[in-house]
């Protein structure tokens, strides 16, 4: 069975980057994609996907305002934060607020692949 990934990021490059690296893999589908943290928190409802990559830095509502939401509306999820350098304190109350793990961009296949490996043990 596949994972069912959500992508959250509001460069449609940096989704579309991500869910190549994923359908790769053959072991992933992307259900869905968002561009900011109101359209995630109503996707996971909606789709309640295994694992969610949710980019920090978003219009409307970013990533760690998100998050707490998104973990009340779908429970079982797993939320990997995606930052850009520097990003580290708010990746730090990510992890704080139950997110699972991160990555940074520029994305690394084998990191994004690692990072969703580790949360689904």
């Known amino acids: 069975m596949s994972t069912k990934v959500l992508i959250v990021d509001d460069a449609v490059f940096m989704r579309t980057v991500l869910k190549k690296m994923l359908t790769e893999e053959g072991n992933f589908e992307v259900v869905g994609e968002a561009s900011n943290g109101v359209e995630?928190?109503?996707k996971a409802k909606e789709l309640q996907p295994d694992i969610i990559t949710l980019?920090?830095?978003m219009p409307e509502m970013d990533g760690v305002t998100a998050?707490?939401?998104i973990?009340?509306?779908s429970p079982n999820s797993k939320v990997i934060m995606c930052s850009a350098m520097g990003q580290q304190p708010m990746v730090i109350d990510?992890?704080?607020n139950g997110a699972?793990?991160?990555i940074v961009k520029p994305f690394q296949k084998t990191r994004v692949i690692q990072a969703i490996e580790n949360v689904l043990k």
């Open 40 to 42: 995630a928190i109503q």
């Open 55 to 57: 980019d920090i830095t």
């Open 67 to 69: 998050l707490p939401e």
């Open 71 to 73: 973990i009340k509306v």
């Open 94 to 96: 990510s992890i704080k």
């Open 100 to 102: 699972k793990d991160f």
